[in-house]
């Protein structure tokens, strides 16, 4: 089926959601009276983008078409109806295989909205879809009582419309309209552009010789412009590009001396901590010679005595008894054991301080790198800063940057007479308010302060003649306090989040506080938009109040705020290079300190690589001693094993303990020996980088010294091009009132030396004389009319050839109109003869033009004669007859030209009942090639329909379905009476 279903909510007597649901090529819609069945046609038309509500029987709004409720049922706030179809034939021009169209309305806003496939649309595209498939609000697939009885009765030219929705011309009227609509505006168009033309062609002619006259006094005055300033110029540029120069040279040794002082000062930090090491190194190294001299002495004490006793016991070996002999070898076998304990012990201890050692410098190397990397981020941002320092700086040098009037006033301050200065240097921001006090200011902040009229007079001539932009003048003689009244300062100042009225965030010179109280008195400052929201809804939103972070409320309420990407200005740049400065400091000391303990951890580090090396030597020496002792010990014990059950005494048993005693004592030099050599080694690095550094002292304030001159003589140069330049511009100025950028821009060579510049000066005054006055504007208004007149010409040309394009697509719409309405009203006519004596049991009718040679605009007649009647008027016919004549002609169409979806209202209302069964029968032809909603209440049409929906109204006025199968109901009434038969048989 091609309408699968419809869906209502809302809609008229359809208050709770119902939905229809189409499944065979012919429904019929019943029921009686007043109980809404209508409403269902009512519904698809609406959705189709029916507007007028006298069609709809919607009452005298729109609005009531939503279901406004009943003495049972309260009234619902919307109205949604959509209708479900299948495209898979694409009968519609779209892609979907099927096709959802709605449209709601809401009682509250009265508005309507329309979508497609749940995508919000307009109803221009709900018409454009359903052009031309016969399905349009009033095309022949919707056909009602009303449209059956008017049909017959029409004018001719009325009924035309009918055959031209068959013919699927509709499309091509609406193009021909719309291109009529542009055919008759391009006219009017043609006709406001000749009149403009003629006015303009009127005021060519003598703006022509005003134009003439002007260029010869500019080629006069131009000539003598060039040879005055030429000299200037020439010199100007010459000392510009010398100064631009030594400025440069200057900035790159100041910024080499900048760098050799940051360097200076380093290394002489450097070399004094190394210097203060070295002597504490010294001071270390003096202290540990005299405990190793001291040790030394001990040691050969000790030696001595160890001696004494070796000859002791070899005395005692020799010439005592068996029991000393072997109580002498206990005591050597005892003394060996200890030192090779003693020795391991020893060399185990090194072990382990240098497995310490190797960690603790492995601790101290991920120190550094993470000091490092935070070095490097600190130093990114110190970079990151000092850029933008320099930027700030740059800017403030030129603040005026996109300000040419501005700029150029400025640079000829000196020149001019009453110039005080731009707003946004006389008036300084305080502390935190530059961007509120910015904000406050706005525009004005570029305005020029002057003395009196006559001085901002003079500037404004001055920019006019050197065409050096547009700038702002404030004479201060109009300057008048603004403040706000007492009341409006009371409410402001009892707000919270007031910080004070914005003439008192700024800091100026006592001769400027009328121009600060005239431009800023008026202005309250708040802490933020919130506060100054309501502090604006409490004085009535007459007040201009800017907050901190510059945002503002407008008198009228208007806000404006938000940030850009560059909102920096005059005003805040000087506070944002003194926050930048700040920063710089602080992120500089940060950085400093990063770098200090940088260093001490490589320092650490390579102080632990270098104990690490020495301990590593120690322990090499204290292997062999060990391995000798072992050996000693293996040795003895093997030797002595020999004389029989000798035991090994415990350290405790020895008798004399000096063997003890030698062994810490060589413990004790060997630890002062590696430690004075660790500090001899540590001293003797620490001496190599002083010398080292010294000798960059003397290499870097030699290279000062030497830039220190080169800078000075340049700073004189400077001085002596810059005095020059300061005149040249200052004669370029007050002589000519020129500015040098103006002045170049009128820059060529001379061909001629001075004096002949100098006669050529006098002749070209007296030419500019003897022109007399001239219209300086006239060669621009004369270029600007004639660039118009040319314009309005094309313009004219343009026009026409639109509407030539429009006359040809009109008359090629047109051809094609004739063409597709001629075709399928032979169609129709061809069908409609058949029809008319199926439907009426004989006779013949036909459709005849009112007027053949006018295709695009005849009537239609129909000429019928029934069966049996000699008829020339169909205004004669009765009313059944008229209903079934109009009825033969829309069977007719049908037959010419194929419908996917008929809706029928009652059409056969007027038929009797054998006529109606023809209308029936006659509808059933069309199965299989049109969808038909049949709304009726006579039986005979009835039968015809696959499925019946009943329309019921209950006693709340809300609208319901029955939905009936006819086969089934067929199928019930035959059980119902082979029931009764049987029943009946049994009774009997």
Known sequence: MFLKRIELQGFKSFADKTVIQFDHDITGIVGPNGCGKSNINDAIRWVLGEQSIKSLRSGSSMSDIIFSGSKYRKPVNLAKVSLVFDNTQHIFDSDFDEIEITRQLERANNEASYFINKTPCRLKDINDLVMDTGLGRDSLSIITQGNISAFADAKPEDRRSLFEEAAGVAKYKKRKQVSLRKLEKTKDNLDRVQDIMDEIEHQLVPLKRQADKAQKYLSYRDSLSKIEINVLVHEIGSYHEQLQELKTQIDMKRSDLISYDTQLTNLDTEIEAARKQMYQLDATIHTLQGEYTQ??????????????????????????????????????????????EDRKSRLEAMQTQYDLLLKKQEQTRQDLYRCTSQREQANRMYQQLDNRQQIVSNMLAQPYQHQAGVRAIVAAKSSLSGIEGVISELLVAKDQMGQAIQAALGGTQYQIVTDNEVSARAAIGFLKRNRSGRATFLPMTVCRPRPLNQQQQFIATSCEGFIDFANGCVQCDPRYEMVRDSLLGHVIVMDTLEHANECAKRLNHRVKIVTLDGEIVHPGGSMTGGRGKNQSSPVTLKQEMTTITKKLTEAKANLDALIQKENKYKQADDDY?????????????????????????????????????????????????????????????????????????????????????????????????????????????????????????MRLNTDYQMTYEYAKSQYEDLSMDIEQAKDEVVCLRQKIKSLGNVNLDAPQEYAELSERFTFMSKQKEDLENASQQILDAIAEMDQTVIEKFTDMFHKINNELDDVFKALFGGGHAKLTMVDPDDVLHTGIDIDVQPPGKMVKNIQTFSGGEKALIAISVLFSILRARTMPLCIFDEVEAALDQANVERFAKYLDRFRGQSQFIVVTHRPGTMEQCDTLYGVTMQKDGVSQLLKVELRDAVHIVEKEEEENGNLSINQR
Do not use: C, F, P, W
């Open 295 to 340: 040790a030394m002495n001990q040691s050969v004490q000790l030696e001595k005595r160890k001696i004494e006793l070796d000859e002791k016991r070899k005395y005692a070996l020799s010439q005592a008894d068996q029991e000393e002999r072997k109580h002498q070898l206990e005591q050597i076998l005892a003394e060996a054991r200890y030192e090779y």
């Open 609 to 729: 690589t270098n104990s690490i090396v020495d301990l590593k030597v120690s322990i090499g020496k204290l292997e062999n001693v060990y391995e000798v002792k072992k050996q000693k010990y293996a040795s003895l014990k093997d030797e002595y094993g020999q004389l029989g059950d000798l035991e090994e005494n415990a350290t405790s048993g020895l008798e004399d303990e000096l063997v003890i005693e030698m062994s810490k004592m060589h413990a004790h030099i060997d630890s002062l020996t590696e430690q004075m050599q660790a500090q001899r080694q540590r001293r003797y690095q620490i001496g190599q980088q002083v010398e080292e550094k010294e000798n960059d002292v003397r290499k870097i304030r030699r290279l000062m010294n030497a830039l220190q001159s080169e800078i000075h003589q340049l700073d004189v140069d400077q001085t002596k091009k810059q005095t020059q330049m300061d005149n040249d511009l």
